[in-house]
Antibody
């Protein structure tokens, strides 16, 4: 079955960097676009970034543009989120999520990972 | 950016009740609307895409409708496992945006 497992979260100081990973299994990872979505403590869901199946096309929320980079390694079935210049407001649970096809627009998320918590102090 | 407004923000209902949640978009999004369910401490679960299509494995007590700017999620007969927070999301345009959520609580 489809599995998405995030890792790399933790406590990090303001202004520092952190890289999140999302390991995928149970499906052909290279055939699916992927998202990162986050949720601050007690708050709603906020979309962060998307990447096409081949890693060429990317899009970011304004709140993270220029600081976060989404990438993927299809040979390792892994999605990444490099987070630089972290701010207090980046504190959240970060979820990776799958789109059901190649394209990164016009499709809705079908599967979510369990999330990894990032705390910026 | 497209703003998504959900109402109510919370509701109390009894087991067996029919529940309807509304989601409005600030501009037309055709049927590019999804619904997600989230239980405390858990990841969201995808329920509905394209406004009215059920994701695989989602029971038929959940239904969605709407197009353009006005959408609804209906739970036909509320069961204990349905008490959760529900979010709508538009995927018509980037940035993707979510509604603020509707918390469904036990009366």
């Amino acid at each position: 079955q489809v599995q998405l497992v995030e890792s790399g979260g933790g406590v990090v100081q303001y202004g520092r960097s952190l890289r999140l990973s999302c390991g995928a299994s149970g499906f052909t990872f290279s055939s699916h676009a992927m998202h990162w979505v986050r949720q601050a403590p007690g708050k709603g869901l906020e979309w962060v970034a998307v990447i096409s199946n081949d890693g060429i096309n990317k899009n970011y929320a304004d709140s993270v543009k220029g600081r976060f980079t989404i990438s993927r390694d299809n040979s390792k079935n892994t999605l990444y989120l490099q987070m630089n210049s972290l701010r207090l407001e980046d504190t959240a649970v970060y979820y990776c999520a799958r789109l059901p096809g190649l394209i990164w627009f016009g499709l809705s998320i079908d599967y979510w990972g369990q999330g990894t918590l990032v705390s910026v102090s | 950016d497209i703003q998504m407004t959900q109402s109510p923000s919370s509701l109390s209902a009894s087991v067996g009740d029919r529940v309807t949640i509304t989601c409005r978009a600030s501009q037309g999004i055709s049927n590019y609307l999804a619904w997600f369910q989230q239980k405390p401490g858990k990841a969201p679960k995808s329920l509905i895409y394209a406004a009215s299509s059920l994701q695989s494995g989602v029971p038929s007590k959940f239904s969605g409708s709407g197009s353009g700017t006005h959408f609804t999620l209906t739970i036909s007969s509320l069961q204990p496992e349905d008490f959760a927070t529900y979010y709508c999301q538009q995927y018509n345009a980037y940035p993707l945006t979510f509604g603020g959520g509707t918390k469904v609580e036990i009366k």
